[in-house]
């Protein structure tokens, strides 16, 4: 998968929110942030320009220097809240999914309400960190991923 402008973000490629709630993730993604090494995530919502929402591990988010996370929120650390049950923390809300052994994940209908998504939008695969990817639903980069002349793999 290409970057879409020299020096520019890598993406991954675009995942199509289905019928059935479901979000397949990238392969590449998976393999990079190793996702399918535990069956958890973190998600967590995305900036004011890109929208859409932000994917990490329990495992890269705790040995990162934002660890401090799990440790003020222990309700998303232990996962005693309901999964896709978001929480706030400084600015940003937080929830824990199950993906799935083929690297998908399953909203609810007001998790996707929360996040301001919809049946049928693109989220595009974004490198963004070392800790984390992003799902991103708006902005220039998905518009740039729409008008690009070359292959993007589609999920």
Known sequence: MPQLNKGGKFVF????IHDNLTVQF??????EYRVLNDNKIIIFTGSKVTGGFCVTTYSL?????LSHILHECPQLKNQSIPQGTLIT???RQYTWLVVKENGSIQFTPQLLEQLHLNVGNELLCIRSSD???TMGAKGPLLEKAHNYSGNIDRY
């Open 13 to 16: 490629g675009l995942s199509l």
């Open 26 to 31: 990238p392969t590449q993604a998976l393999k």
């Open 61 to 65: 988010l705790s040995t990162s220097k």
């Open 89 to 91: 923390y400084k600015g």
């Open 131 to 133: 800790i984390a990817f």
